[in-house]
């Protein structure tokens, strides 16, 4: 798909080549490529990869620089996540060469108390330095002139990473996690969406919430999720698959759109990298909803008395590269693995304040459609609040799926940092629980469905939140992850909603 103007070339001559020297850097690709996202261009693994030629981890401002004089660079855009969860965006025209590794190695201020008002930042005070991380870079697949797009963290105006930030948060907890118990926690999110559209001929298929693995002609958007899917690619996120999902509503009085629900599910990466890839998703797949003269909403609910949009999470402990969590009937749970559920198990409750964050995410879990009602745990159980997925094999046995433990909890209204940040700390949490044993025998699916009624529920209302938050707050703060001011802060917000 070209994203440009009809007739619409940008010459190198009038692009930042002009004053950038130019060194080779690996097979360039012809300009055709460049503005195809979607294509099929096999770049598995992110065009920036492929045309820098070293992984991303390695990537210096020195290349992003000969990445821009080769590719006929005109704009740069820095990206990053405020206090409020949605993606932000500065841009800039780089002058010169000084000019554009000023951008690329400092970043650029802006206001804090308005990035993440309600975290404790003073106007006095609020100035905050946005600092692109280089290992993030990718080319903006709907941009009309050709941009280079970087995530950033960022700095208090003292250099250190500013308390209030999401990435920092995220990273503390991450870092915690590490050095005590040498355990690295990976993540993926499964982000659940709805496409809605004026209806037209072309609609007789659909039916009521039966769209599961629905293919065309049975669902209109199956070529946009494809396309998704491949902008991802080329943009450096890993996606594991994507399917049409349960999800299917027609038009009615109040509403005139057609509403399809469909899932792109990512790989499995390091907690910051999982954070980024789910809103690089959403933010991919509303600009191509937008292209196509359609909504995309990641809302829990659509209409009442239909399914839901999660955004579960996978985990999967690991430690040098190996995965700590086997998952087979006849092999018990590893330390790690139960750790982290009976710390999900502990938290769950508090974890809705970043997870579970409208009034609609009540309706998802009260209707119980598709969602969890109670706070349990389970093997392949889609019941369970925590679940333990099967794992796939070969005909001789060998696995071929990685094992994760599944939370499914959260909803399209999650702050994915600021959660995967709390999950970190609920594993730590869940490491020193004195009766582990026991809460996972109370708290085990199959006995909740023989004993109704045993089984804690989920909390219903922003007030129960606010309880459970107020509750875990000492490990939610703990080794100066969550600011304590930023948690008070978001209790009084819960509290002060309508229940």
């Given at each position: 798909m070209d994203?440009?103007?009809?007739?619409?070339?940008?010459?190198?001559?009038?692009?930042?080549?002009?004053?950038?020297?130019?060194?080779?850097?690996?097979?360039?690709?012809?300009?055709?490529?460049?503005?195809?996202?979607?294509?099929?261009?096999?770049?598995?693994?992110?065009?920036?990869?492929?045309?820098?030629?070293?992984?991303?981890?390695?990537?210096?401002v020195d290349d992003l620089v000969s990445l821009a004089g080769e590719q006929?660079?005109?704009?740069?855009?820095?990206?990053?996540?405020?206090?409020?969860?949605?993606?932000?965006?500065?841009?800039?025209?780089?002058?010169?060469?000084?000019?554009?590794?000023?951008?690329?190695?400092?970043?650029?201020?802006?206001?804090?108390?308005?990035?993440?008002?309600?975290?404790?930042?003073?106007?006095?005070?609020?100035?905050?330095?946005?600092?692109?991380?280089?290992?993030?870079?990718?080319?903006?697949?709907?941009?009309?002139?050709?941009?280079?797009?970087?995530?950033?963290?960022?700095?208090?105006?003292?250099?250190?990473?500013?308390?209030?930030?999401?990435?920092t948060i995220l990273r503390r907890a991450d870092h915690r996690l590490q050095r005590l118990t040498g355990t690295e926690l990976w993540a993926l999110g499964e982000v659940e969406y709805f496409l809605g559209k004026k209806p037209d001929e072309g609609d007789i298929y659909g039916a009521d919430d039966r769209g599961y693995h629905a293919?065309?002609?049975?669902?209109?958007?199956?070529?946009?999720?494809?396309?998704?899917?491949?902008?991802?690619?080329?943009?450096?996120?890993?996606?594991?698959?994507?399917?049409?999902?349960?999800?299917?509503?027609?038009?009615?009085?109040?509403?005139?759109?057609?509403?399809?629900?469909?899932?792109?599910?990512?790989?499995?990466?390091?907690l910051l990298q999982s954070a980024d890839a789910v809103v690089l998703t959403q933010w991919v797949l509303r600009n191509l909803a937008h292209a196509n003269g359609m909504r995309c909403s990641f809302d829990p609910i659509v209409r009442k008395g239909h399914a839901?949009?999660?955004?579960?999470?996978?985990?999967?402990?690991m430690r040098d590269g190996v995965h700590l969590c086997s998952l087979q009937q006849d092999q018990p749970l590893s330390d790690e693995g139960r750790w982290l559920?009976?710390?999900?198990?502990?938290?769950?409750?508090?974890?809705?304040?970043?997870?579970?964050?409208?009034?609609?995410?009540?309706?998802?879990?009260?209707?119980?459609?598709?969602?969890?009602?109670?706070?349990?745990?389970?093997r392949y159980n889609r019941h369970a609040l925590i679940r333990l997925p099967i794992q796939a094999m070969t005909e001789e046995g060998r696995v071929v799926t990685q094992p994760t433990i599944e939370f499914r909890l959260p909803d399209g209204s999650a702050h994915p940092y600021l959660l995967l940040a709390g999950v970190a700390q609920a594993m730590l949490l869940g490491r020193d629980i004195d009766d582990l044993d026991d809460l996972l025998a109370r708290t085990d699916v199959a006995k909740a469905e023989d004993h109704p009624g045993v089984a804690t529920p989920v909390p219903r209302s922003f007030g129960e939140v606010a309880n459970a938050l107020e509750e875990h707050s000492d490990s939610l703060e703990a080794g100066d992850v969550f600011p304590a001011e930023m948690l008070f802060n978001i209790r009084e917000q819960l509290q002060a909603e309508p229940q």
């Open positions: 994203n440009r103007l009809p007739n619409q070339h940008i010459r190198p001559e009038r692009s930042i080549r002009n004053f950038i020297p130019v060194r080779p850097i690996g097979k360039r690709m012809n300009r055709k490529d460049m503005t195809a996202p979607g294509s099929g261009h096999p770049m598995s693994k992110g065009r920036v990869k492929h045309l820098i030629g070293k992984p991303a981890s390695r990537w210096t006929g660079i005109r704009s740069v855009s820095l990206m990053h996540v405020g206090g409020d969860g949605w993606l932000k965006t500065l841009d800039f025209v780089p002058r010169s060469e000084t000019h554009l590794r000023d951008i690329l190695a400092g970043g650029e201020r802006a206001d804090g108390s308005s990035l993440f008002a309600g975290t404790g930042i003073r106007p006095e005070g609020s100035d905050v330095v946005l600092r692109p991380r280089a290992s993030t870079a990718f080319l903006d697949p709907f941009s009309r002139q050709h941009t280079l797009v970087l995530l950033c963290e960022h700095l208090a105006p003292d250099g250190s990473p500013l308390p209030e930030s999401p990435d293919t065309s002609p049975f669902v209109f958007g199956e070529v946009l999720r494809r396309n998704a899917m491949a902008i991802l690619s080329d943009i450096g996120v890993g996606v594991k698959y994507g399917h049409s999902e349960v999800g299917y509503v027609e038009a009615g009085d109040t509403d005139d759109l057609i509403w399809e629900q469909h899932e792109i599910e990512l790989s499995l990466t390091p839901g949009s999660g955004l579960h999470f996978h985990f999967s402990p559920i009976g710390g999900l198990l502990q938290m769950s409750g508090a974890l809705m304040a970043f997870g579970n964050r409208t009034h609609d995410s009540f309706i998802r879990l009260n209707q119980g459609i598709e969602a969890p009602g109670s706070i349990t745990w389970g």
